[in-house]
């Protein structure tokens, strides 16, 4: 049985930080674990030019503790308004690694993202010119679609027609929950990629409603079935490389998450690899975590492999029941649960 087990440092390319005094307790997770991290932009007002990306990534490099050296790659936010020179300057910018679209309406802050995604076609082909690639929230918002089918039909009505359209375009499939996201990533060539969280590697639906409604476990796009968690855990564990790690780590107070209208989001920066590396102990693939957490997404992004590395070993912890979110409290996923694996110091 591995006890320990050495990696390249990974990098995590799907993380929520937020913005304002409650970097200081958020960043410190992630900066202890990841090189780099892919931010989203789906801050209030969002991250929509070079100006704003820059000045954030700054805000986040003031929480970084001392003995750690972490660099945001940061992101920018897909709106109706934004012009093919907001997209040559971020691809100049050395600071601006890809462009997210949030439907309008799909999940937490996207009520500036885009209704109609074939109207901006023209600025994703400046992306595809500029091989900036473009971040996909795959779920469709018509209320008219179930809930838990939101990303299946988004593929037939708009990833597989941007896809065709736009052939040059690199695309990341973001947090894939589905057997059907899975079998489009397989059946698409090199320029499709997929992030895979823990939460839909660990869990199926059945943990939103364990024991009583259960709004630490309600995430977008929200838990599927038991079938789907398994493809995706086959599908991170497989060892191809157009799967690689993305947390969608999603801080949100307490107060925000235990409410009658309780907003989406997990969090997990607390524990993230140590969360992955349950999943691939349990799978029997702890040889594939490695490639998965530390080499698929810089090699899809074309950015340089990481050189050091981090050490974990088997050796049960408690996560805490509570951490600090600012003036508020914060659930962590797996609040108070024990884990098997920690992250060595
Ligand atoms: C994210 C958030 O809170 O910003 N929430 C979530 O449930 N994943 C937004 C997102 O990535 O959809
Ligand atoms: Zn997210």
Known sequence: MTNTLTITRPDDWHL?????HVLADIVPHTARRFARAIVMPNLKPPVVNVDQA??????????????????????LYLTGQTRASDIRQASASGVVQAVKYYPAG??????????????????????????????????VVDPQVDVFDREA????????????????????????????????????????GATITPQHLLMNRNALFQGGISPHHYCLPVLKREAHRQALVEAATSGDPRFFLG????????SAKESSCGCAGMYSAHAA?????????????LDKLEAF?????????????????????????????????????????????????????
Request: proline share 7%; with cysteine.
């Open 54 to 75: 820059v000045a954030y990534r700054q805000r986040i490099l003031a929480a970084v503790p001392d003995n750690c050296s972490f660099d945001p790659l940061m992101t």
């Open 153 to 192: 039909v988004f593929i037939d009505r708009v990833l597989l027609p941007l896809l065709q359209t736009i052939p040059a375009l690199k695309v990341v499939f973001e947090h894939i929950t589905t057997v059907e996201a899975v079998a489009l990533v397989k059946d698409t060539p090199d320029r499709l």
């Open 247 to 254: 947390t969608d780590s999603a801080p949100h107070a307490k």
């Open 273 to 285: 690899i140590e969360f992955y590396a349950q999943v691939f102990d349990d799978a029997g693939a």
């Open 16 to 20: 929520h930080l937020r913005d304002g």
């Open 293 to 345: 957490a530390s080499f698929h997404g810089a090699d899809f992004y074309g950015l340089p492999r990481n050189r050091d590395s981090i050490t974990l070993e088997r050796s049960p912890w408690q996560v805490p029941q509570m951490l600090r979110f600012g003036n508020e409290e914060l659930v962590p996923l797996g609040a108070g649960e024990m884990l098997p694996w920690k992250l060595s110091d």
């Open 106 to 139: 799909a999940t937490t802050n996207s009520d500036a993202g885009v209704k109609d995604l074939t109207r901006v076609y023209p600025v994703l082909e400046v992306m595809a010119e500029e091989n900036l690639p473009l971040l996909v929230h795959g779920e």
